[in-house]
Nanobody
Framework: VQLQASGGGLVQPGGSLRLSCAAS????????MGWYRQAPGKQRELVAT???????NYADSVKGRFTISRENGKNTVYLQMNSLKPGDTAVYYC?????????WGQGTQVTVSS
């Protein structure tokens, strides 16, 4: 199973970005999918997760601003990020459980700066 993340970039405070993470390979069971982030000098932290049934969980710092969603037919998870703040600057990683095995994407840089 391989993961391909995309959608990062440079955005001004208050702006929006949409991250995507597509899984490919031999997948017969796709369970929880999620996004994590790691800022310089900090530990990796959970941003949001979504179960196969659509239940979501968010870090308090992004509630009301970020929305996680998934498209099971495309084995893809999305993260819509609105009202971005400089504190959201980090490398964002997707993580999935496919075939009961954990996989991490390669990370995509999100920089929020004026």
């Amino acid at each position: 199973v391989q993961l391909q993340a995309s959608g990062g970039g440079l955005v001004q405070p208050g702006g929006s970005l949409r991250l995507s993470c597509a899984a490919s390979g031999s997948i017969f069971s796709l369970n929880v999918m999620g996004w994590y982030r790691q800022a310089p000098g900090k530990q990796r932290e959970l941003v949001a997760t979504i179960t196969s049934g659509g239940s979501t969980n968010y870090a308090d710092s992004v509630k009301g601003r970020f929305t996680i969603s998934r498209e099971n037919g495309k084995n893809t998870v999305y993260l819509q990020m609105n009202s971005l703040k400089p504190g959201d600057t980090a490398v964002y990683y997707c993580k999935i459980f496919a075939n009961w095995i954990e996989y991490w994407g390669q990370g995509t840089q999100v920089t929020v700066s004026s």
